[in-house]
Nanobody, 128 residues
Framework: QERLVESGGGSVQAGGSLRVSCAAS????????MGWFRQAPGKEREWVAA??????????YYAGSVKGRFTMSRDNGKNTVYLQMNSLKPDDTAVYYC???????????????????WGQGTQVTVSS
């Protein structure tokens, strides 16, 4: 059964760090792409980071707002992807979701469309 389960969210002060995890089961971990998205209250869900696998290589991409602060990684032995978040800002406050795309999303890994499976989300709160 395909399933994504996030964990590791919490509350931190600005400038602090958190790591959120996404445990994948079923065929989700062998997906073409794994992505992290977030949704703040009253705002649309936005892309944060994604990792793709192609031709035996792994590529990782970041939204401009988090590049240099967030790092996405994967542990193939544990079927888990991580999002290490450093230098957190209050604007990073959101529910963080991981997602899996079985095939290349037609509009790019930075869009919601094309992801086949989603986790339930984990809350990250950054206070000033």
């Amino acid at each position: 059964q395909e399933r994504l389960v996030e964990s590791g969210g919490g509350s931190v002060q600005a400038g602090g760090s958190l790591r959120v995890s996404c445990a994948a089961s079923g065929r989700t971990f062998s997906s073409y792409a794994m992505g992290w998205f977030r949704q703040a209250p009253g705002k649309e869900r936005e892309w944060v980071a994604a990792t793709t696998r192609s031709d035996g290589n792994t590529y990782t991409y970041y939204a401009g707002s988090v590049k240099g602060r967030f790092t996405m990684s994967r542990d193939n032995g544990k079927n888990t992807v991580y999002l290490q978040m450093n230098s957190l800002k209050p604007d990073d406050t959101a529910v963080y979701y991981c997602a899996a795309a079985l095939a290349r999303p037609p509009d790019g890994v930075w869009t919601l469309r094309g992801y086949d499976y989603w986790g339930q989300g984990t809350q990250v709160t950054v206070s000033s």
